[in-house]
């Protein structure tokens, strides 16, 4: 019988504080670009999931998979964007690093506030 790791998982806001005074560098538009992450790719790498694909198409796709395996409580949540806009609490991840150009901990400060 196959014998699947226990993760002990931090809030999202714990991980990105870690990863950003850890000094990694932050990338947007990709998971990975080089060695920058963006905030979700930052994530999988502190819990060393591997989300290299032979295609971008194919390393999106893994990277999501363990996005949601990892917080599958998170789906159906949501949080509210700086511009008031509701969004799942991942997608607002993406949109905070993305679109809304904050830092590591930026985001951390701002899923604290939402209690994430």
Same mark, same amino acid.
């Given at each position: $019988?196959?014998?699947k %790791?226990?993760?002990e998982?931090? *809030?999202?806001?714990?991980?990105?504080?870690?990863v @950003?005074?850890k000094?990694?560098? %932050?990338?947007?538009f /990709? !998971?990975?670009h &080089?060695?920058? +992450?963006?905030a979700?790719?930052a994530?999988l &790498?502190? +819990?060393?999931k591997? !989300?290299?694909?032979?295609?971008?198409v194919?390393?999106e $796709?893994?990277?999501?998979k363990?996005?949601h &395996?990892?917080? *599958?409580?998170?789906? @159906? #949540?949501?949080?509210?964007? *700086?511009s008031? %806009?509701?969004?799942?609490?991942?997608?607002?991840?993406? $949109?905070?690093?993305?679109? +809304?150009?904050? /830092?590591f901990?930026?985001? @951390?400060d701002?899923?604290d #506030? %939402?209690? !994430?």
């Amino acid at each position: $019988m196959e014998t699947k %790791q226990i993760i002990e998982l931090l *809030p999202l806001s714990d991980v990105l504080h870690h990863v @950003a005074d850890k000094g990694y560098e %932050q990338c947007k538009f /990709s !998971f990975k670009h &080089n060695n920058e +992450y963006c905030a979700l790719g930052a994530i999988l &790498n502190y +819990y060393d999931k591997d !989300f290299e694909g032979d295609s971008w198409v194919s390393s999106e $796709m893994k990277a999501w998979k363990h996005i949601h &395996n990892l917080y *599958p409580h998170l789906t @159906a #949540k949501s949080i509210i964007l *700086p511009s008031t %806009q509701t969004v799942s609490v991942i997608e607002g991840i993406t $949109m905070l690093n993305d679109d +809304y150009n904050m /830092s590591f901990h930026e985001i @951390a400060d701002y899923l604290d #506030k %939402q209690g !994430f």
